[in-house]
């Protein structure tokens, strides 16, 4: 089983020096994902919005970019042993496809209730799917323990710097795109994504701030800021299943409390809504986590809202019943 490599008492977990190194090893193996614009979207919420397309990352969201990252570091012998991973489904289909493309295999523990999408995806990238009970069961003792019995090198989804430099080249790219921004606006799940951001953002541009958006009934991130220690919360059902986080990361959560200036919440009507304004008006498909970051903004709830914002929409994996179920019909007006 893998390790996470620590760094020396005091040292940052990750650096920009590292999020750049994360870009040049993934280059030409991830995609340089599109950062689109619209007036629409500009006039309704009243700044200047870059979004960053992770969307169009290969299998569907940022998360091939962290699990390349470090699944290309493993060594020969590693790689011929095996990846193993836990993950709600965006990292299961990471892993899968770094180990595929690095020549290793990968043994993925899934929830029971994952879409079918998702783990028919990271099926179909080569993986072996074990499923438990998110509500039961310890995913990351299940996972430890099944990639020490096998013997393979477990990845996991954001407790590893690796996984969160390679997150942050994101926000990276983003910038190199745009120019210094105001504020960056990026969804929260276990934090390796808002990390990595942060990292990226406030290395190159010290004055932006960094905004995370949680769906209201998973605040884990937000409790824990306030209260300057990580704070557990029973496992939330959100239909945004990549945020149903219980607890922040503890790596990703020394990151976090240094680097981000605020949390947001959105309900669930509200990423319904953004889901459907980004079908509709902007053309894309977003699932729901993927919907959080741009529906804090059509809800309103980033205030003071600054002249030049970007907005990390962070995956479109979902299947079109799933999307039909949860957008086809928008809430009734009072």
């Keep these: 089983m893998i390790s996470?490599?620590?760094?020396?008492?005091?040292?940052?977990?990750?650096?920009?020096?590292?999020?750049?190194?994360?870009?040049?090893?993934?280059?030409?193996?991830?995609?340089?994902?599109?950062?689109?614009?619209?007036?629409?979207?500009?006039a309704l919420?009243?700044?200047?919005?870059?979004?960053?397309?992770?969307?169009?990352?290969?299998?569907?969201?940022?998360?091939?970019?962290?699990?390349?990252?470090?699944a290309s570091r493993l060594s020969p012998r590693q790689l011929a042993k095996g990846i193993a991973a836990y993950s709600s489904?965006?990292?299961?289909?990471?892993v899968a496809?770094?180990?595929?493309?690095?020549?290793?295999?990968?043994?993925?523990?899934m929830p029971e209730d994952t879409p079918r999408s998702k783990r028919e995806a990271t099926e179909?990238?080569?993986?072996?799917?074990?499923?438990?009970?998110?509500?039961?069961?310890?995913?990351?003792a299940i996972g430890e323990a099944l990639a020490?019995?096998?013997?393979?090198?477990?990845?996991?989804?954001?407790?590893?710097?690796?996984?969160?430099?390679?997150?942050?080249?994101?926000?990276?790219?983003?910038?190199?795109?745009?120019?210094?921004?105001?504020?960056?606006?990026?969804?929260?799940?276990g934090g390796g994504l808002i990390a990595g951001s942060a990292t990226a953002a406030k290395g190159l541009h010290s004055g932006i701030r960094v905004i995370g958006v949680e769906p209201e009934a998973g605040d884990d991130t937000r409790r824990s800021l306030a209260a300057g220690r990580r704070v557990s919360i029973p496992v939330p059902r959100t239909i945004a299943d990549g945020q149903a986080a219980d607890i922040?990361?503890?790596?990703?959560?020394?990151?976090?409390?240094?680097?981000?200036?605020?949390?947001?919440?959105?309900?669930?009507?509200?990423?319904?809504?953004?889901m459907r304004f980004a079908f509709e008006r902007l053309k894309i498909v977003l699932e729901p986590s993927g919907a959080s970051a741009l529906a804090a903004l059509l809800a309103h709830s980033v205030t003071p809202l600054p002249p030049r914002v970007g907005v990390i929409?962070?995956?479109?994996?979902?299947?079109?019943?799933?999307?039909?179920?949860?957008?086809?019909?928008p809430p009734a007006q009072d």
Excluded: M, W
């Excluded at 489904?89 to 990471?94: D, K, S």
């Excluded at 790596?251 to 947001?264: E, G, K, P, Q, Y």
């Design 148 to 189: 020490a019995e096998r013997g393979l090198s477990l990845i996991p989804p954001y407790e590893h710097p690796h996984v969160i430099a390679g997150q942050g080249t994101a926000a990276l790219e983003l910038l190199d795109e745009t120019g210094p921004l105001d504020a960056l606006v990026v969804p929260v799940g």
């Design 124 to 140: 179909g990238y080569g993986a072996k799917v074990v499923t438990y009970d998110r509500y039961t069961g310890d995913r990351v």
């Design 248 to 274: 922040p990361g503890e790596l990703t959560f020394s990151v976090n409390r240094r680097l981000v200036d605020d949390i947001a919440l959105v309900t669930d009507d509200a990423i319904r809504a953004a």
């Design 97 to 109: 496809l770094a180990a595929r493309e690095l020549g290793s295999s990968a043994v993925i523990l």
């Design 45 to 70: 919420v009243g700044a200047e919005v870059h979004l960053k397309c992770e969307n169009f990352q290969r299998i569907g969201a940022f998360k091939f970019r962290g699990a390349y990252n470090a």
């Design 89 to 94: 489904g965006n990292h299961a289909q990471a």
């Design 4 to 42: 996470s490599p620590r760094p020396p008492a005091g040292a940052a977990p990750v650096t920009l020096d590292d999020v750049r190194d994360a870009a040049a090893r993934i280059a030409g193996v991830a995609h340089r994902t599109p950062v689109l614009r619209s007036r629409t979207l500009d």
């Design 313 to 329: 929409l962070s995956g479109g994996n979902i299947d079109t019943g799933r999307f039909a179920e949860l957008c086809g019909t």
